[in-house]
């Protein structure tokens, strides 16, 4: 019979409470729980039913020695080492066989009355050569053992411990009547004490099988109303999820077309109208997000990212994100990040790092009036490749009463019930922190005085990196300059193809190009390729379907190695690439050394003689958005030495940014967050290889809070993305003028 475990339902429907009738014979109902208590019973009592009986052997060894010091001229005294042991040995044997487990109540109750009838015979014998036998307070004692041994001792279910104890009640009185030197008087003596002492075995067994079914009634309500209560926090938070993301959808869409309407022509008091509900909105949508991150961390599903982490750059995010806030209160805003160690790397969720550590300087804000706000971040050391890291956020604002302090992490839980009316805010922040502190293997502390100022630490864990990141293929320190060879490169953006082209045309490889998944299956049907470059997310045919769709049709033919290019650079992702049959991964951007590292394995290598000797063109002078070595890289990559590769990606950049800003920003409003991470994935690979790595990194924050669906902070982003892209815009125009 298989059995289940306490917690375990029965079905899907709810189950009907238990009851236990107050009768000789202990039952639950209904019969199913009662099954349950079975189950439970034969697999909880089972070891101690094997100590019960190892106690026996002890005991029965004990009654010889004591016996035999004490009368060893009593020969009947070794029967008890020659018969009782050997039927005890045998019922402790028998527990250890596999089918033991599902009858061992009903074998036990029969081996400990054969060991009955075997002791009450041998006491029989000890009486007849003149020692103490049953006729002795030895043979009451022994009776008596016998039977709470039965009932209490061994385990057994009461109505099998009172088959037994019945059966070794029969056979003591048989015994006691059959005995040669008993009186009639001394009979009736014994055998009411013998009943008397039956009876009480029976009471005591009966009360405790009571005590231990009414326990495992008690467990089964308890954990069934914990399971309850969870069920019910689990159907709370998605019902929160899907709610929230019903309110925002819609939400989103009245934001959007009302940041249009206030871009039209309007009266004054037409724009303030516009302005308090685009305020009311922003409100509105921040809530719905605050109560949508609880809803998630309460059902377990927000897992965190493992990506690089650069800690002075999330400072530096926040920082911009608060610098226009904190100066319209004229408030003071320092930031300081101190340096990692020489080498060392740290892997963790930027994005949630800085989701902390923006909630609290934005509270540090809203409750400073005068002074300013101050951030620090310090290195507490690396222990067992972990990096203890520690934030703490000061300001100089109203401060926290200190019989507040210990409830303003709860949910919905503010200092005081007047800061919600004068500060506004839903009294999730704080409790969002916490729990993304927790997460993070650290915690979160406040330190404050009323009138003074409020300190809050954040302590948290993040993993040290190993020397080369897993993530991405590193160039080695020496890679050929020049490869033989055919490459299929899978590729669907312009910008993308183009340098990918350059950088095989400058390794002296062939190649064949296929703009969607569908194209590289034909082509790789049609065509033995030495490798192929498989872009991952691409239109009709995903970089992956086509990978698996290329495994398939392969057949007898050599294996093709396929190379991923994507912009998605974490371990998740390169786990994917390895799972649909990818035998390498690149992240974008990536160098000439990076590709010919990756073709290396499986292209022969050239010499250098055949490098074009056309001189290159001169380099442009450095400026502070477009990176001088991306843009010497596609200057040198142009097949005359020339600027015309370097023309065609700016200028597909620009075109595809133009467009691809307008479709996130109609994206977002409209409440599609999938939408804008799949735009936002495109313009950042093209952003990099144009040169614009800030840009490029933007688009990347962009595209993980839309794929997390964290609107307010993806609209954050694509502010300061479109910011960004009008100085790249303007340094790439000037750039193009230069190399005319």
Request: glycine share 8%; net charge negative.
């Amino acid at each position: 019979m298989a059995t289940r475990s306490l917690d375990e339902p029965l079905s899907d429907s709810p189950e009907p409470a238990p009851a236990l009738p107050l009768r000789l014979m202990l039952r639950f109902t209904p019969e199913a729980f009662e099954q349950r208590f079975g189950a439970h019973y034969l697999s909880f009592y089972y070891r101690y039913a094997q100590a019960a009986l190892v106690l026996g052997v002890l005991l029965v060894s004990g009654d010889f020695l004591v016996d035999w010091l004490a009368t060893p001229e009593v020969a009947a005294n070794w029967l008890r080492l020659q018969v009782a042991l050997p039927v005890l040995l045998g019922g402790l044997a028998y527990t250890f066989l596999p089918q033991a487990r599902r009858h061992w109540q009903g074998v036990l109750a029969g081996f400990i009355v054969a060991a009955s009838l075997c002791l009450f015979w041998i006491l029989l014998r000890i009486d007849a050569e003149g020692g103490r036998g049953l006729s002795s307070w030895v043979g009451i004692l022994n009776f008596t053992f016998l039977e709470f041994y039965c009932f209490i001792v061994l385990g057994l279910q009461f109505r099998a411990a009172l088959f037994a104890g019945v059966a070794i009640l029969a056979a003591f009185l048989t015994t006691l009547w059959w005995h040669p030197n008993q009186s009639s008087a001394e009979l009736a003596y014994w055998s009411y004490h013998v009943v008397t002492l039956f009876t009480l075995a029976v009471g005591v067994g009966w009360w405790r099988e009571f005590i231990v079914r009414k326990d495992f009634s008690a467990q089964w309500a308890l954990e069934q109303a914990r399971a309850a209560a969870e069920q019910l926090a689990q159907t709370k938070s998605a019902f929160l999820a899907t709610m929230s993301h019903e309110i925002r959808t819609p939400l989103n869409g009245v934001l959007g077309m009302n940041e249009l309407l206030m871009a039209s022509p309007l009266d004054p008091e037409q724009r303030g109208w516009a302005n308090a509900v685009q305020v009311s909105g922003r409100h509105l949508l921040a809530l719905i997000n605050d109560v949508l991150d609880v809803s998630r961390i309460e059902a377990g599903r927000l897992p965190l990212e493992e990506v690089a982490v650069d800690l002075p750059q999330v400072i530096e995010d926040v920082r911009l994100m608060f610098a226009q806030p904190a100066q319209a209160k004229r408030l003071t805003l320092q930031m300081s990040c101190a340096p990692l160690p020489a080498g060392v790397r740290l892997l963790g969720d930027p994005l949630r790092l800085r989701q902390v550590v923006a909630n609290l300087v934005g509270n540090a804000i809203k409750f400073t009036s005068h002074g300013g706000v101050t951030v620090r971040v310090q290195h507490e050391g690396v222990v067992a490749g972990l990096a203890h890291v520690r934030i703490a956020v000061a300001d100089t604002g109203i401060g926290i009463a200190p019989e507040a302090q210990g409830r303003i992490f709860e949910r919905f839980s503010q200092a005081d019930g007047s800061t919600t009316r004068r500060f506004g805010g839903t009294g999730l922040g704080l409790a969002i922190c916490r729990e993304l502190a927790g997460l993070m293997q650290g915690h979160i502390e406040v330190d404050s005085q009323m009138g003074r100022g409020t300190r809050f630490t954040v302590d948290v864990k993040l993993r040290v990196a190993d020397g080369s990141s897993p993530s991405t293929l590193d160039a080695a320190e020496e890679v050929p300059q020049r490869l033989h060879g055919t490459v299929l490169l899978a590729e669907d953006h312009p910008v993308n193809r183009a340098v990918a082209i350059g950088m095989l045309r400058r390794l002296g490889v062939a190649w064949q190009v296929a703009e969607d998944g569908a194209a590289a299956v034909e082509l790789a049907r049609l065509h033995d390729f030495d490798a192929v470059l498989m872009d991952c997310q691409m239109p009709v045919m995903d970089g992956y379907a086509a990978t698996r769709a290329i495994r398939a049709q392969q057949g007898d033919r050599a294996r093709v190695p396929i190379v991923a290019l994507t912009a998605n650079a974490t371990p998740e992702d390169e786990a994917r690439c390895r799972e649909s049959g990818m035998d390498g991964f690149i992240g974008k951007p990536f160098t000439l050394a990076t590709l010919a590292a990756a073709l290396a394995p499986w292209l022969q290598a050239g010499t250098d003689a055949a490098t074009a000797a056309t001189a290159p063109a001169p380099l442009p002078a450095d400026r502070a958005r477009i990176d001088s070595a991306v843009i010497a890289t596609l200057i040198d990559l142009d097949e005359a030495g020339g600027s015309a590769l370097l023309r065609e990606v700016a200028s597909g950049f620009l075109a595809a940014a133009d467009t691809g800003l307008a479709a996130m920003d109609a994206a977002l409003a409209e409440g599609r967050p999938d939408a804008a991470a799949r735009l936002a994935h495109t313009l950042k690979s093209t952003a990099g290889n144009a040169g614009a790595l800030a840009l490029s990194r933007l688009f990347g924050e962009l595209e993980r809070c839309a794929r997390n669906e964290d609107l307010r902070s993806a609209r954050a982003w694509l502010d300061q993305s479109r910011q960004e892209h009008a100085q790249v815009q303007t340094e790439l125009a000037e750039l193009l003028r230069e190399l005319a």
